[in-house]
């Protein structure tokens, strides 16, 4: 026996399988029926802690290679796939035949355009799934409609043109071509045919140079000058006017072009700015006009009692080289009035700072009193615990919705299945029912606020009742922990007291896509300057853009209010001996909704429409060769 044993343990070493994690032996049959009992049943418990080892090692491994999979899959979708989380991008159905199959409706997605929409607005000419043929009997059944074509109503071309100002040419015959064509000079005039086309003169730069007329005083016998030059122009020593500025500001923070594409772009109209002066001016005219209107406007928006706050990140090199961290973030906040507020006018306010903290709220709202919509970041909840209840915190449900658009982003098999495999998926019934809350939120957009929180109660309590429930009745060990469900779940269900906010309160939206669109501007403009140079120049940018922003939400056209702000505004400000801006009431004459800076536009409009009516700028092409061209083209004929 004791040969045995030696011999079993010596096969057995022969035998040890290496596995990460544990060790796994293999015994022969000869050695097994030479040992005895007790052998045999420490073998066995030997081997069955092996394999509970060994299974709970292949558990986490699994779970693992799921995690690196999943945001694997997340980060190919983002850098290689449609950025879109509309459930139309989240799907992927495969008919018989093997082809896309187009989908019904679209995502409901907080901020999408009425041409998305399904109560009726948007659905003309679309096609069923599931059998690619449209609503109306149209001839070319079967067939799918091309995005991108619109059908054309009539009188779109009046719609298109109607705000245009009017040059008028007119093209008729000589005398010379009437005898020629029809004998005699002495013709009866037609009605005449009119056809219209946009034509587009580009910028024109020119130098506005003033000769100020001097006379010698009899008296002195020195020269007398009527006019000064802080009188006759926008700086006193500056090359600079007000519609240069106007110009750049316009072309940085609307159309986000940089400073440097501009620069390229006036040296090749002949106009030599450089950039580092353009941004100067930017800087300068920030400190000493344009955050007078900022504090003005922080005045409104602490006194709407609805805010949404969201915030972006931003790049500046000075806080990177003053800090040594070249990765370093700045961030841009976004305070703006809630889009439901109807009665009082919108404020967009972007705010430069260094932290992403409670600290900033505390700064930017001393003393405010209302509800703030945000997303799920910490420092928003603690700076609504730490006023006493004056302040309170609501969520956005779009947040929570895209934590479950990232589970199928980073599992493409789920979208994959076909529309009853998709139901079983708990990250697509999810969004279904983010879905329709969203459906049921469009249709109340523009209702009264009693009409809206009636319809809220009647319509979105119950779904989003079915939502929380569904999603609390998965338990903590159904998904894996480490990924996307799990973190969508909990986010959810930590976050559903904020979430609930929308429901008691008309106007607080479900969403915070007013924000996000509202980054999203400043985001192309990042995108393209890379970053800022100076942290004075960000608080600038920031100003700026608070302007663009707010003239964008007034449908004000931001050149001609910057050209109105740098003409007035100076004078203004220096007849005010106070500088407590903020309760300034003169200075709302120069924010974008008042009546006087509307009155000023309208002005702007004028003056472009005289300018058209003149006709000094226009080019004088020869339309009589139009005619010329026929009469030829006849004679040829004959």
């Not at 007078?292 to 080289?321: F, S």
């Not at 969403?511 to 393209?528: I, P």
């Not at 000023?600 to 058209?612: L, Q, S």
Request: with cysteine.
């Amino acid at each position: 026996m004791a040969a045995g044993k030696m011999n079993a343990g010596t096969q057995k070493k022969k035998n040890t399988a290496h596995i990460p994690g544990f060790r796994f032996c293999r015994y022969e049959k000869s050695q097994l029926e030479s040992m005895d009992k007790e052998q045999l049943v420490a073998i066995v418990l030997e081997q069955q802690e092996q394999l509970t080892e060994a299974g709970s090692i292949l558990k986490e491994q699994e779970h693992a290679i799921r995690h690196i999979t999943e945001q694997l899959n997340l980060r190919n979708a983002d850098l290689y796939g449609p950025r879109s989380e509309k459930s139309r991008k989240l799907q992927d159905d495969r008919d018989k035949g093997g082809k896309d199959e187009p989908e019904a409706e679209q995502e409901e997605q907080p901020g999408s355009s009425p041409a998305d929409e399904e109560d009726g607005t948007g659905t003309a000419g679309k096609e069923e799934a599931g059998n690619g043929k449209s609503d109306g009997g149209d001839p070319a059944e079967g067939k799918k409609k091309k995005k991108g074509q619109p059908r054309r109503k009539e009188g779109c071309v009046d719609d298109i043109l109607k705000d245009l100002n009017i040059h008028h040419v007119e093209v008729s015959m000589t005398e010379e071509e009437l005898k020629e064509k029809f004998g005699t000079a002495d013709v009866r005039p037609g009605p005449d045919k009119v056809y219209r086309t946009c034509r587009y003169i580009p910028g024109i730069w020119y130098v506005e140079e003033i000769h100020v007329k001097t006379v010698i005083d009899p008296e002195s016998g020195k020269p007398f000058q009527p006019a000064l030059a802080e009188d006759l122009k926008f700086q006193p020593f500056s090359y600079f006017s007000e519609d240069v500025l106007a110009y750049a500001f316009d072309q940085r923070f609307t159309m986000a072009v940089p400073f440097y594409r501009l620069e390229k772009w006036m040296e090749r109209n002949r106009l030599y700015i450089k950039r580092q002066s353009m941004a100067a001016w930017a800087i300068r005219l920030d400190a000493g006009l344009f955050q007078a209107l900022i504090e003005r406007m922080w005045y409104h928006l602490l006194r709407c009692g609805k805010i949404q706050i969201d915030e972006t990140p931003a790049i500046v090199n000075q806080v990177r080289k003053r800090d040594d961290e070249p990765t370093s973030l700045c961030y841009m906040w976004n305070f703006r009035t809630s889009e439901l507020l109807k009665d009082i006018p919108a404020v967009i306010i972007f705010h430069f700072d260094e932290s992403r903290g409670t600290e900033v709220l505390e700064e930017c709202l001393p003393g405010y009193t209302g509800v703030i919509m945000s997303d799920g970041h910490s420092p928003y909840h603690g700076f609504a615990e730490k006023s006493g209840g004056t302040v309170t915190n609501a969520g956005c449900l779009n947040h929570a919705r895209t934590r479950f658009a990232r589970v199928l982003r980073a599992n493409p098999e789920l979208r994959k299945r076909a529309a009853e495999g998709r139901e079983e998926v708990p990250a697509c019934k999810a969004i279904e029912l983010f879905k329709e809350i969203f459906r049921e939120e469009r249709k109340l957009k523009d209702a009264c606020p009693d009409d809206r929180l009636k319809g809220r109660q009647e319509k979105v309590r119950p779904v989003f009742e079915k939502l929380s429930a569904y999603i609390k009745s998965f338990g903590a060990d159904d998904f894996d922990q480490s990924g996307l469900m799990y973190d969508a779940l909990q986010y959810f269900i930590n976050q559903e007291k904020y979430l609930r906010g929308f429901l008691d309160d008309p106007l607080i939206p479900a969403h915070n896509s007013a924000c996000e669109r509202d980054n999203a501007g400043f985001a192309v403009l990042r995108n393209n300057i890379k970053f800022i140079d100076s942290i004075s120049g960000a608080v600038a940018t920031a100003d700026l853009y608070s302007l663009a922003a707010t003239a964008k939400a007034h449908n004000i056209d931001f050149f001609s209010y910057m050209r109105y702000v740098l003409k007035e505004l100076p004078a203004f400000l220096a007849k005010q001996s106070s500088r407590d801006y903020r309760n300034m009431q003169g200075l709302d004459a120069f924010l974008p909704w008042s009546p006087e800076c509307r009155k000023k536009i309208d002005e702007e409009w004028d003056r472009r429409k005289e300018i058209v009516s003149s006709g000094c700028l226009f080019p004088g092409e020869d339309m009589h060769r139009a005619v010329t061209k026929r009469l030829r083209a006849l004679q040829a004929g004959q």
